[in-house]
């Protein structure tokens, strides 16, 4: 299967496709060709897939397809585990629906927002529901979002969705549309990129799901350069603003494990002159989604993040990643890549280590089979 054309989206292929053509999207990703299929033909699905290989496309085109849009009821749950990513999910659906010209709705419902503007939204009948799933139960259980005709229910970034903090609240939205479907049927598609043996056993809603597990592709693969920088830790704040400078990065996301140093190194930064927004995990709704926009739109050149609020978050034009920090293991590191060099583009992940980080460096380089690059002092681009 070589184009959308090629897939079975019934009598809105026309439209779906030439919504997807006219925002640049002619052929379908791996993951997209793989899954897709099997979700229009209404099995049970789990995938695993590297990050920035478009998974979200993947089970937003088959909800799409089938959502009847004059039965004015929720049909497609999709839960996320971060509040950025659901509204950046419910955007997607939103405007591909625009594009299509569907009368599909699609609502972005998340902790942290007024729930009395959700329930007002509500009262316009979206077809198509995306939340976390601490909101979700809240409004299920104040009669308020409705979830008897609910026939597909996705699980984004399912490796979280199903860890030790989220679990519960995962699997009680599961029975909530479980009991408020009753017999009839519901089809489950799972996604991440990872696929931890705790998550799928947590998983056991599932009756005899197909796993998908897609493997990045060499070229891919090589969209993405690695680099290491030896760097004295109290030197590193000075080298993210050189590098920033000196490289011409345009877009780059700064990972650090811990909030206070992710507070003190924006403090710093902006003093030397870079533009530069944060998103972290204790930070208010709004203050998060402004640091995003200013991010988006240009206004920002840094964005600097934890692991926790940065998890799924597909930000066009990523062109450099810095690590201020060591991620604490491979998988991290891979999650932490996954931000630039997304959809086959190029980009670069920069790793600062100090001395003692320097074993840790080459443990993660055996453990991911990455040769890491040394980056020379780099001169400064005009």
């Known amino acids: ?55 979200t496309l993947a089970y937003l085109l088959p909800a799409l397809a089938r959502i009847d849009a004059e039965h004015m009821q929720a049909q497609t749950v999709v839960l996320a585990p971060t509040y950025e990513l659901a509204m950046q999910i419910a955007k997607t659906a939103q405007e591909l629906a625009q594009a299509a010209e569907l009368p599909i709705r699609a609502l972005g419902l998340i902790g942290g927002a007024n729930i009395q503007r959700q329930i007002e939204k509500l009262k316009k009948k979206p077809q198509l529901i995306v ?156 203050a998060r989604a402004k640091a995003l926009q200013d991010f988006r739109s240009g206004k920002a050149t840094l964005l600097l993040s934890t692991d926790l609020a940065a998890r799924g978050l597909d930000i066009q034009d990523v062109d450099t990643v810095f690590n201020l920090d060591l991620p604490e293991d491979a998988k991290t590191y891979l999650h932490r890549a996954g931000r630039t060099g997304r959809a086959g583009k190029e980009g670069r992940v920069v790793t600062l280590a100090d001395l003692k980080e320097a074993l840790k460096l080459e443990k993660l380089s055996k453990s991911l089979g990455i040769e890491f690059q040394r980056m020379a002092s780099p001169r400064r681009k005009k």
Do not use: C, W
Request: glycine share 8%; net charge positive.
């Open 131 to 286: 939340g976390s799933a601490g909101r979700l139960i809240e409004l299920a259980h104040k009669g308020k979002l409705k979830l008897q005709d609910v026939n597909f229910l996705v699980l984004d970034e399912f490796d979280r969705l199903l860890d030790d903090q989220n679990a519960k609240n995962t699997a009680d939205v599961v029975q909530l549309v479980r009991r408020a479907r009753g017999d009839q049927p519901i089809q489950y598609a799972l996604f991440s990129a990872t696929a931890p043996k705790k998550a799928l056993e947590r998983a056991d809603f599932l009756d005899h799901p197909e796993v998908l597990r897609i493997e990045a592709a060499p070229a891919a693969a090589q969209t993405v350069q690695h680099y290491y920088r030896m760097t004295p830790f109290r030197e590193k704040i000075a080298e993210v603003r050189k590098l920033t400078r000196r490289l011409g990065v345009k877009r780059g996301i700064v990972f650090i494990n811990r909030t206070f140093d992710a507070e003190r190194t924006l403090e710093k930064l902006r003093y030397d002159g870079i533009r530069a927004e944060a998103l972290l995990g204790h930070q208010g709704k709004q």
């Open 1 to 55: 299967m070589t184009t959308f054309d090629d897939m079975d989206f019934g009598d809105r292929k026309a439209a779906l496709v030439a919504a997807l053509a006219s925002q640049g999207i002619e052929t379908p990703l791996p993951v997209q060709a793989k899954a897709i299929p099997r979700l229009l033909s209404g099995g049970n699905l789990v995938v695993q897939a590297p990050t920035g290989t478009g998974k």
